[in-house]
């Protein structure tokens, strides 16, 4: 037996001998999404319930778990906070059994580093090399910070997990114990793309030139985009969010990452989640490189990238182009994330350009998502002085450039019919036409 692997056996215990690991009142940090190992949050969640541990805190971005740092009959004996939440988070939120963290996605490594005192991180990663390294998978986002600034790491190792490249590694002599599991990767299925999503995405897609390097960002639209573009030639990745439309991008030929001007010949990304076929993609392929998010969300990085092009979605744009994507209303949604990162990276970007789309109502046609002013009490995501283009099924409005009422004029004009009049008569109450 090598020396790595004798290492191993001695670090190897059960999920629950590590929650006993972990003291009361210990401040832990899983990394986004799939990073989060349920085995040892379920062991802790068990502690909890027993009364043999109180007082975890517990910090995530984007749980896709049943966390039992989400469950409300702990209430008290736990805290959890969300960088940017999910179905999970939002319920926890509005239970008041979770606090949330507001933050660009790109600067969340450095909030690790300057104000969190950790004392504990814990991340489901993939086997063991023979040189003793561990691969943190489909997350490299804020592991490596975490890492740093952890006192105790404690990795979950699972098979199923893609062993991917980059900067996102992990060696054998830093870990103080680990477990094994055998459970399937958490799969969401690809968005179901309606009518109008495919509208609004092959109205982006007659704006993207071959050759570009392309960001796209979560759900339908998004996904419609990446639909759309399969007739491109020799696109570039370089995203968030590796997902289901980027392997169809790839395979299909589109992408080539060839013409990219930075990181030519690799798709870059800090973040994957999607179906099987994503995983498997994945496993031992060096065309993928995993960074942490503070460099593949920098937009400075971004705009290395010529004709850099940024795709997302939002629920709701005012007269002045301010984007409200994280609330509705006042309710809370989800977060930041790299919206905003990647917005100004591709303003930055020689020929870049960044849509942020919609469609143009809600709750079946009954309310419009372009209003005179957003909902009160939303939150601004993307301001109006960032914003580029605004997209829905009925066409593509490029504010940036635009003085005020050039904007409110445009906006009216791609919002829904059975809006507009009554959209340019608060706008001529407002002085905006």
């Given amino acids: 037996m090598g020396l790595y692997q004798e290492e191993y056996r001695r670090k190897c215990c059960t999920a629950e001998a590590i929650a006993e690991r972990i003291e009361s009142g210990a401040v832990c940090a899983s990394g986004t999404c799939l990073s989060e190992p349920c085995s040892i949050t379920q062991a802790l969640g068990a502690a909890l319930r027993n009364g043999t541990r109180t007082g975890i805190v517990h910090h995530q971005t984007m749980s896709v778990f049943p966390s039992p740092f989400f469950d409300d009959t702990l209430q008290g004996k736990y805290s959890a906070v969300s960088w940017f939440s999910t179905a999970y988070g939002r319920a926890a939120f509005e239970k008041d059994c979770a606090d949330v963290m507001p933050v660009y996605y790109r600067d969340v490594p450095g909030q690790y580093r300057q104000f969190i005192d950790l004392d504990v991180f814990y991340a489901t990663v993939s086997p063991m090399d023979r040189h003793g390294y561990f691969s943190f998978g ?10 740093e600034q952890a006192k105790h790491i ?41 009518e109008i999503s495919r509208c609004i995405g092959g109205r982006i897609a007659e704006k993207v030139p071959n050759g570009a390097t392309i960001q796209l960002g979560i759900g339908a639209i998004p996904a419609a985009v990446g639909l759309c573009l399969r007739d491109k030639r020799d696109l570039g990745i370089h995203t968030e969010l590796f997902s289901d439309a980027m392997v169809e991008l790839i395979e299909c030929g589109a992408v080539t990452n060839q013409r990219k001007t930075l990181h030519k010949g690799k798709s ?72 905003v990162d990647f917005v100004r990276g591709a303003r930055e970007s020689r020929g870049g350009k960044s849509f942020i789309a919609m469609p143009s109502t809600a709750k079946n046609g009954a309310l419009s998502r372009i209003r ?31 003085t005020v009422r050039a904007r409110a004029e445009a906006l009216i004009g791609i919002a829904h019919p059975n809006f507009r009049e009554e959209l340019r008569y608060e706008a001529k109450k407002l002085h905006l036409v």
């Fill in 268 to 339: 870059v990304t800090t973040l994957a989640y999607g179906t099987r076929r994503v995983y498997d993609y994945l496993n031992d392929n060096t065309g993928v490189a995993f960074y942490p998010v503070d460099y593949v969300n920098d937009p400075r990085v971004i705009a290395q990238n010529d004709n850099f092009i940024s795709v997302n979605a939002c629920l709701e744009v005012d007269l002045w182009g301010q984007v409200a994507a994280e609330s509705i209303g006042s309710r809370h949604f989800s977060g930041t994330g790299g919206q």
């Fill in 154 to 194: 404690f990795l979950e190792v699972n098979p199923n997990m893609p062993r991917t490249f980059g900067e996102q590694q992990i060696h054998i002599s830093q870990v103080e114990a680990l477990c094994e599991t055998d459970v399937p990767l958490q799969e969401v299925a690809p968005a179901e793309i309606d």
């Fill in 138 to 147: 489909t997350t490299a986002a804020e592991c490596q910070a975490l890492a």
């Fill in 372 to 402: 005179p002013g957003l909902s009160s009490n939303a939150i601004v995501t993307t301001s109006k002085n960032d914003v580029d283009y605004i997209v829905t099924e009925y066409g593509a409005a490029r504010l940036r450039g635009a």
